[in-house]
């Protein structure tokens, strides 16, 4: 079965063209258009849609096929297979999250660097608990001179995540950091103009990493969780 698209679209500069057409279908996918086992329409119809060449339509097919998300069947054409095929962690930017999706980013937060935590505590060598301390440090310097402090801070929870000695695990939270530097620098910049709360999130830091410092796996868990939990609720979150 054949899956059904809008009847045309119409796409923005100075985003390349077959970035646009592949981001659309990806979004086609992520919301139920475009169902795993249906064939896209052929390359003429697609190149109709989208007002562009077939060059344009192969390319960004080969960008959903690379992620194998499409598949090429012989003689058949161009497969939906969803999900299921992704061979990529997709994340987009978090600022353009809705609250739902923002609640979920933390709550995913929360179980990786939770357990991170208390790895760190288990684990962490006399280097990595040396980082952790020079970011704490940095982050209070950042409260004393009314800066934002958002490195350090990405610093730290970078530094847990080394400290768990758990390389995919260090790999994963180095993926999800990058796109958090945002979020982080927002957050901290929001809490700035509330009285007290500077203190509070600096306070925060300091029970995690006294409690990784004393080699407390469980006091370290709770002191990220209950850190996490505070984040999302100064940024009007529930997790």
Do not use: W
């Not at 190149?47 to 080969?62: H, N, P, T, W």
């Not at 194998?68 to 978090?94: C, I, T």
């Not at 080394?162 to 995919?168: P, R």
Request: glycine share 6%.
């Amino acid at each position: 079965m054949e899956s059904m698209l809008s009847d045309k679209y119409e796409l923005q500069q100075p985003l390349r063209l077959p970035d646009q057409v592949a981001a659309i279908l990806m979004e086609e996918l992520e919301n139920g258009v475009l169902n795993p086992g249906q064939m896209l329409p052929p390359e003429t119809e697609l190149a109709a849609k989208f007002s562009v060449s077939r060059a344009v339509i192969r390319e960004a097919l080969s960008q959903l096929k690379a992620e194998g998300l499409v598949e090429s069947q012989q003689g058949r054409g161009v497969m939906v297979v969803g999900r299921a095929g992704r061979r990529f962690f997709r994340l987009e930017d978090p600022e353009k999250f809705d609250s739902k999706s923002l609640t979920q980013l933390y709550e995913l937060r929360a179980i990786l660097e939770g357990e991170a935590a208390a790895m760190a505590a288990a684990r962490g060598g006399a280097r990595e608990l040396a980082n952790l301390g020079e970011c704490v440090s940095a982050m209070a310097r950042a409260v004393e001179d009314d800066t934002i402090g958002a490195v350090p801070d990405l610093e730290f929870h970078r530094g847990i995540a080394e400290a768990s000695g758990n390389q995919h695990l260090c790999d994963l939270m180095q993926f999800l950091n990058e796109k958090l530097l945002v979020l982080i620098k927002q957050a901290r910049e929001h809490s700035r103009l509330k009285p007290g709360v500077p203190r509070q999130v600096q306070s925060e830091h300091e029970n995690i990493y006294r409690a990784i410092e004393a080699r407390d796996p469980q006091k370290a868990r709770e002191e990220t969780l209950t850190h996490l939990r505070m984040a999302a609720r100064r940024l009007g979150l529930k997790i």
